[in-house]
C-alpha cells in the first residue's frame, strides 16, 4: 500500500465516523491471516486538532498495518515499525500509556466499553497496541483471533 491508497481509504469511510463506534477501513492479509484496520471518530477528531489528520506522517502508520501482530513479536524494544503491545509494566510511565490506559481503558461507560460492546468480548480482552511509524504512534486496541485479528484506532501520540 502507498500513502495515496492509505489516503483514499481513509477518506471513503469517514463521513461513516460520526454514525458507528468505528468503522473498517480495510482489511490486510499477511502470512494467511487477516487484520481489518478500523478507526474511530474520536481518532479523527484528536488528529484534526493536532493538524495531523492525513498528514504524511498519520498515512505512514496507517500503511504500517500491512506488517500485520506478528504474537511473537508483540513487545518491540525500540525502532522497530509495526504493531506492538502496549503494558502496565514500563516505568515511568510514558504519554502513551497515560493516553491508552488512564484516559481511555480505565474509564467507565466510555468508548472502550462501546468497542468491547461491539466486538462481542469483555474489555479486559482487548489488547492495548500501538501502530508504529518512525515519526508517530497511532495507538488503539486489538482483538486477537486464529484466524484474523481487528485492530480499532483512538489516538496518537507523537512524544519523542
Given at each position: 500500500?502507498?500513502?495515496?491508497?492509505?489516503?483514499?481509504l481513509?477518506?471513503?469511510?469517514?463521513?461513516?465516523?460520526?454514525?458507528s463506534?468505528?468503522?473498517?477501513?480495510?482489511?490486510?492479509?499477511r502470512?494467511?491471516k487477516?487484520?481489518h484496520?478500523?478507526?474511530?471518530?474520536?481518532?479523527?477528531?484528536?488528529c484534526?486538532?493536532?493538524?495531523?489528520?492525513?498528514?504524511?506522517?498519520?498515512?505512514?502508520?496507517?500503511?504500517?498495518?500491512?506488517?500485520?501482530?506478528?504474537?511473537?513479536?508483540?513487545?518491540?524494544p525500540?525502532?522497530?515499525?509495526?504493531?506492538?503491545?502496549?503494558?502496565?509494566?514500563y516505568?515511568?510511565?510514558?504519554?502513551?500509556?497515560?493516553?491508552?490506559?488512564?484516559?481511555?481503558?480505565?474509564k467507565?461507560?466510555?468508548l472502550?466499553?462501546?468497542?468491547?460492546?461491539?466486538?462481542?468480548?469483555?474489555?479486559?480482552?482487548?489488547?492495548?497496541?500501538?501502530?508504529?511509524?518512525?515519526?508517530?504512534?497511532?495507538?488503539g486496541?486489538?482483538?486477537?483471533?486464529?484466524?484474523?485479528?481487528i485492530?480499532?484506532?483512538?489516538?496518537?501520540?507523537?512524544?519523542?
Amino acid at each position: 500500500m502507498n500513502l495515496s491508497k492509505a489516503k483514499l481509504l481513509i477518506e471513503s469511510k469517514e463521513n461513516e465516523l460520526s454514525k458507528s463506534v468505528y468503522v473498517i477501513v480495510h482489511t490486510f492479509e499477511r502470512d494467511g491471516k487477516k487484520l481489518h484496520l478500523a478507526i474511530t471518530n474520536n481518532l479523527r477528531n484528536k488528529c484534526r486538532k493536532a493538524r495531523i489528520w492525513k498528514s504524511k506522517q498519520f498515512l505512514t502508520a496507517i500503511k504500517n498495518t500491512e506488517y500485520g501482530f506478528d504474537p511473537v513479536k508483540a513487545q518491540s524494544p525500540g525502532g522497530s515499525d509495526g504493531i506492538f503491545i502496549l503494558t502496565r509494566n514500563y516505568k515511568p510511565k510514558n504519554e502513551m500509556m497515560k493516553k491508552i490506559f488512564d484516559r481511555f481503558l480505565d474509564k467507565t461507560g466510555d468508548l472502550a466499553d462501546e468497542i468491547a460492546k461491539e466486538l462481542r468480548i469483555s474489555k479486559l480482552d482487548l489488547i492495548p497496541v500501538r501502530l508504529v511509524s518512525h515519526h508517530l504512534r497511532l495507538l488503539g486496541v486489538l482483538k486477537h483471533d486464529t484466524n484474523s485479528n481487528i485492530l480499532v484506532l483512538v489516538d496518537y501520540d507523537d512524544t519523542k
